[in-house]
């Protein structure tokens, strides 16, 4: 059996968060191919997933997604420049093209009737609003309650697979190794998100003084992020806070990224890609939630044996504001402090 995962999301956190179905769907079906059709900033989290056979690109814009009409994007970027790649994987005979988090946009339907067409494939989506009003709702051979994996018997959803390389790994293992000290703890503080997610200089320069004056065991790094702006601010904090014992990261490409968060002993974030990226590595993480109540659970779904691996922290809900003593108290539980 061979299929193909078509998948439109745009954001590197969506492309972690399927990358546990692949190990899911061989262990189910050992002849099964797998091939991926994406961006290439999700298939930073694919590149060395062993399950997957091929990975097929299309091009998109990541910022300013919400300032740009997608059928501009894919007809002036995707169908001028990179139709090659949607042809090519239509060479292959599909069973089934699981069709993920589509917009149902005309230019999408048209790729997947093309896909659909030539490669003869059943094709599957998830029920959504969009989905029950489609005109050509006869294009889709079956929708589910679900993702679409649960065609093939995929139910849950599993835990996400994230491998790291060799040559990364180490790296990021011996960068950690030179501030690492008999029961020292090497944590990550990411403060940046979509939207009213980020926190400001001024709450994370709070948020790192409160850890490092409660503990002097604990180093604190920020990843070098290259958005607008950000080296610059991060800069500001460490010069604001313990030039010994905070630090920025190297960083040269998402890899990188993957790799610090491996080696790292825990990773404080607001809800982002960086949680995805800690869940699939198996990193501990507290993540900074604003929106949640106390029932909630991380965006991605940890098996029950596991969930020592993380805590959540709210912010206050008035304030908006990150309630630093919780902060704290989640930090001494998580590492046994």
Not at 4 to 9: D, E, I, R, S, T
Not at 135 to 164: Q, W
Request: glycine share 4%; net charge positive.
């Amino acid at each position: 059996m061979r299929i193909l995962v078509y998948n439109q999301h745009r954001a590197l956190g969506d492309g972690v968060f399927f990358t546990g179905y692949y190990k899911a769907l061989k262990e189910k079906y050992k002849d099964i191919e797998i091939d991926v059709f994406c961006t290439p900033m999700h298939a930073n989290a694919l590149k060395n997933n062993p399950y997957i056979s091929n990975i097929f690109y299309f091009l998109n814009y990541y910022k300013p997604w919400k300032t740009v009409r997608q059928e501009k994007i894919i007809y002036n970027v995707f169908l001028q420049k990179y139709f090659g790649d949607l042809r090519a994987s239509a060479k292959n005979k599909y069973d089934y093209i699981l069709d993920i988090d589509s917009h149902y946009k005309k230019p999408n339907l048209e790729m997947l009737e093309y896909l659909k067409e030539k490669t003869s494939a059943k094709l599957i989506a998830k029920t959504n609003t969009k989905s029950a009003k489609l005109k050509n709702k006869n294009l889709f051979d079956e929708f589910t309650s679900g993702y679409p994996f649960e065609a093939l018997g995929i139910n849950e959803i599993p835990v996400p697979e994230l491998y790291v390389s060799d040559e990364y790994n180490k790296k990021a293992a011996d960068y950690f190794n030179n501030y690492k000290k008999d029961g020292s703890y090497n944590i990550i503080i990411n403060g940046e998100g979509s939207g009213l997610k980020s926190l400001p200089a001024d709450e994370i320069i709070n948020i790192t003084n409160a850890i490092l004056s409660q503990y002097n065991n604990i180093n604190i790094f920020f990843m070098g992020y290259n958005g607008a702006g950000v080296i610059e601010k991060y800069t500001n904090i460490i010069n604001a806070t313990d030039k010994n014992r905070v630090f920025l990261t190297y960083k040269t490409n998402v890899e990188d990224s993957f790799a610090l968060i491996n080696n790292a002993d825990l990773v404080i974030s607001v809800d982002t890609a960086v949680i995805h990226i800690a869940t699939a590595l198996k990193t501990k993480f507290i993540e900074i939630c604003g929106y949640a109540t106390k029932n909630y659970i991380p965006v991605i779904p940890i098996d029950a044996a596991d969930k020592n691996l993380y805590r959540v922290s709210y912010k206050d809900k008035l304030t908006n504001k990150v309630i630093i003593d919780d902060l704290l108290k989640q930090l001494k539980d998580i590492l046994n402090l």
